[in-house]
């Protein structure tokens, strides 16, 4: 089973969760820049959780399914049609062999995630599927996805009418005012007073370097820092936020590098990275400081919605057997 690239997203690659547990050989994680709609595009699917999906961006592409397939998408809401008639995201279609998906530029959010029952016969690098292009590895080596590339799919026998799996975009409730919830540290003692307030009380804009390895916080106003912005360098994680000499946040995601020599003045909760992920270049916003307790409450409250709506979707499902 095989889909045909007819015309590629911008810099669209394989990612799944990545590849956790090797930072410490140097070894970038990668994986999805918004691994919340992955992972509910694979829900909806009966996929694992962790299974490998398409990151598009802005503009979708358009694909052409060479065998019949079930198919969803999540994250950004595309202008998206499968044999000329208008779809939806977070729900599920089944599309015959000949079929072309066609996703126009994305009305809402910046990335999307096309996922398939059973997920992309890709292999694996140290238990991840996901593109790397600086490493070389992955699919095609890494390198983003072109026009007539072909990529396969699992064949999994699916004998149920996946059709009837869908829920609502959470894209679509974000708040048009983005903030940006952080923890403090690990370098907080490299920043004067006056940098730390001006780092929770200026507003930014996405710039336009940002990519999958780092967002670009662009503002009027520098962070201060005590004496260097150098330090000896040491892990970082997804969404460690490094401030340089020139005073401006970067924010680390998902193809980040494993180690950073500036100093970091704190770290995006896991929450809200999908919220950076989904944003467009120049969107503005602002960071806000919480404690860890309440971060970890947070994510706890989110994995739960997670359980609840796996649970649900099987439940709803198999009433329909």
Do not use: W
Not at 85 to 106: M, Q, R, W
Not at 152 to 163: G, S
Request: proline share 2%; glycine share 8%.
């Amino acid at each position: 089973m095989s889909i045909k690239i007819i015309e590629a997203s911008t810099n669209s690659t394989l990612q799944d969760l990545g590849r956790k547990n090797f930072a410490q050989f140097g070894i970038a994680r990668s994986g999805a820049m918004d691994e919340d709609s992955l992972r509910l595009a694979n829900i909806l699917l009966g996929n694992k959780q962790e299974e490998a999906g398409l990151e598009l961006c802005l503009k979708g592409g358009k694909y052409e399914f060479l065998d019949e397939n079930y198919f969803v998408l999540t994250g950004a809401e595309f202008e998206a049609k499968l044999d000329d008639k208008k779809i939806k995201t977070c729900k599920v279609y089944k599309a015959k062999k000949g079929d072309i998906l066609e996703l126009d530029l994305a009305k809402k959010g910046f990335r999307g995630y096309l996922c398939v029952a059973g997920g992309f016969n890709a292999k694996s690098f140290l238990n991840s599927k996901s593109s790397d292009s600086k490493m070389k590895v992955g699919l095609f080596g890494g390198r983003a996805l072109q026009k007539d590339d072909i990529l396969k799919t699992h064949n999994n026998f699916i004998p149920f009418n996946l059709e009837a799996r869908e829920c609502e975009n959470p894209i679509l409730s974000q708040p048009k005012q983005l903030v940006i919830r952080v923890i403090l540290g690990t370098n907080e003692d490299s920043f004067t007073q006056k940098g730390l307030n001006t780092f929770l009380n200026s507003s930014y804009k996405i710039g336009s370097k940002s990519d999958r390895m780092a967002i670009y916080a662009e503002s009027d106003e520098r962070i201060e820092h005590k004496n260097s912005a150098d330090i000896i360098s040491d892990p970082v994680v997804f969404g460690s936020i490094q401030v340089p000499k020139n005073g401006f946040p970067i924010i680390l995601m998902a193809g980040r590098q494993s180690t950073g020599g500036y100093a970091k003045i704190g770290t995006v909760i896991e929450n809200d990275l999908s919220l950076l992920a989904q944003a467009k270049l120049g969107t503005s916003f602002k960071f806000q400081s919480i404690d860890m307790l309440e971060a970890i409450e947070l994510f706890r409250k989110k994995e739960e919605k997670f359980k609840n709506l796996d649970r649900k979707i099987n439940l709803d499902f198999e009433n329909l057997i």
